[in-house]
């Protein structure tokens, strides 16, 4: 599973370097796509936790997620993901998260 | 330290709880600034890492976090913080935090 | 829910402090005792993640862990535990645990 | 880095599997080992804080984990490491873990 944005303004905190929560946010989205890919159909899912270790500063044109998952349960899915800032053609890895994700049944 | 933030509609998620990367930037500051509190003046503090526990939905007119020190090291900050959603008057726990976080002397 | 055990020299590292993984286990076990207080008679419970932060080196007499449940869900029990060393009749805090359990019903 | 232990039966919980805290251990050392990899001669290391998932009971005759560093900074390296469980000559993942780790100079 991959995620991309680009570089806005918008997302920077005082050092022009894009904001932890806008990394930690799609992180957790790419963990949450892996997760539905291995949900029966029509399943939701829910973060239950995450853990996020910030790498190096996220200075870049675009942003990108990947994500796997590393175990499916039936309940709980445990994804992990890297976050990599793109700047001159260049991938610099900037954070890496380690998520646990309940799968919900439809119409609850 | 306490943190507030009114209800927005454009912090909400699909089920209009607000979302996940909003509560985690606010205990990500809470939790900043506690480490700000104790590091000598003049020296900034960055977040090396964080997990987040997402209790209940967050849902209400107001949102608070409140951090505190739970160790003061001379390069490494370590807090903990939680989340609240107040809702006609009643606060209740939505997210908890524990967060790693660096000093950074000044000019380097 | 508090746990205590004595010091032993079996449980030392190189540096003759008490080794993490000890630790590890009075906090994983001091969450679980928590989480069995609020699940039904008869379930049993099951670590499903933990993130531990070692704050001091633990060094004492005798070492202790105190735990509370942040969160009793149905399925997901959210403890915090501290652990703390004594030595001479003073409590140092040592480490702290952020952890996610699971309720099992019995005869699964 | 890899690292392998035996099975032996008192490591075991009530369940006959192999106990949350001998993995975490497992898990803890590849990381360190990982990360005195990176550091220079001389330096040692010290766990600053770890999360651990536990992704299926560890029952086998042999047990792993392998490391990786995700970042080697100057003074704290962020580890990854997976643990499985060998039975039968078949490896399955029982935990992961994710782990900063302080670099120490010597003769401090």
Do not use: W
């Not at 989205?29 to 996020?52: I, N, Q, R, T, W």
């Not at 990108?64 to 590393?70: F, G, Y």
């Amino acid at each position: 599973m991959e995620i991309r944005f680009p570089f806005h303004s918008s997302l920077t905190q005082q050092n022009d370097f894009v904001h932890a929560g806008a990394i930690t946010s799609i992180l957790d989205s790419a963990c949450g796509y892996a997760a539905l890919s291995v949900v029966p159909e029509g399943h939701d899912v829910l973060s239950v936790e995450f853990k996020v270790n910030f790498l190096a500063p996220a200075v870049g044109e675009e942003f990108c997620a990947r994500s796997q998952v590393k175990r499916a349960g039936k309940t709980l899915i445990v994804c992990a993901a890297d976050a990599f800032a793109c700047k001159n053609g260049e991938e610099k890895l900037v954070a890496t998260m380690l998520a646990t994700i309940m799968a919900l049944q439809p119409n609850r």
